[in-house]
């Protein structure tokens, strides 16, 4: 019996005192005289923007040439074509071995044209397209399947093709490389076909005009006409001879006479 009173006397005493360090507690929090908080601090005062209108921006005053339309140039290419098929690499266009010419002399920029397409295995294409001992082809316009110019990046590609005289080549699409080195240098008009297999309803040795204006290839052989693409803002600059002769053209940088 004395056991157990001791115990709960002592329960009692547990429980007192827990409720005397709530209510310290309680009364502490509640009473908030005593809390000190930091002030808030001031910020400055900024003036308040308008939403008239800004003064205009002064920019260089150095005038830039205005772009001009381009001058009248041929817009048509007439003559006997010559058609290859698919996949029309670069080492058929211009094999390795004749990349040491310099298209920028005269005389190498010839040589150059006389091996376009040398690279052809004869057996497929017996007809050569640059004649034996000629420097220049007798086909102004290339007729090709897909993939035109694949293979190595090699800018002597479309160069040797315009030295030897091709004015246009319409494929089916080319490969990006060869189209934009076409473009860069203003040798060809790489151009599209909007059909398939026109390569396939053509001859080497049809006459064919290219109509660059209304976008058309027209075979006098065989009496089709059929739809390319339109060659867009690449046409005015392969017109000006290639990438830097257009950017002179424009005034996008100074010409050689006042460089």
Same mark, same amino acid.
Request: proline letters at 9%; hydrophobic letters at 40%; one cysteine or more.
């Given at each position: ?63 830039? *040439? ?93 160069? *040797? ?9 319409? *494929? ?88």
């Amino acid at each position: 019996m004395a056991a157990a009173a001791a115990a709960a006397a002592a329960a009692v005493a547990r429980a007192s005192k827990t409720s005397t360090y709530s209510q310290e507690t309680r009364s502490a929090l509640s009473s908030t005289s005593n809390l000190r908080f930091p002030s808030r601090p001031s910020f400055p005062i900024y003036p308040s923007f308008s939403r008239s209108t800004p003064e205009p921006l002064l920019l260089s005053t150095s005038p830039r *040439a205005a772009v001009t339309p381009s001058s009248p140039s041929p817009t048509t290419f007439h003559g006997p074509c010559y058609v290859l098929g698919d996949n029309i690499d670069t080492d058929q266009i211009i094999p390795a071995e004749h990349l040491t010419l310099v298209p920028s002399k005269p005389d190498e920029y010839r040589k150059l044209g006389s091996f376009s397409l040398c690279g052809l295995p004869s057996a497929a294409y017996p007809v050569p397209f640059v004649p034996s001992g000629a420097a220049s082809t007798p086909f102004p316009v290339v007729i090709a399947g897909a993939n035109f110019g694949c293979g190595s990046s090699r800018e002597h590609a479309p160069v *040797a093709l315009g030295a030897a005289g091709v004015r246009a080549v319409v *494929a089916e699409y080319y490969a990006r490389i060869f189209f934009r080195n076409s473009v860069s240098t203003g040798e060809i008009f790489p151009l599209e076909s909007e059909e398939t297999g026109i390569w396939k309803e053509c001859t080497t040795g049809d006459i064919v005009t290219v109509d660059l204006d209304g976008s058309w290839l027209i075979n006098h052989t065989t009496g089709k006409e059929h739809r390319l693409k339109p060659i867009g803002d690449a046409g005015p600059v392969i017109e000006a001879g290639g990438i830097f002769a257009y950017a002179r053209k424009t005034g996008m940088i100074a010409s050689a006479s006042t460089a």
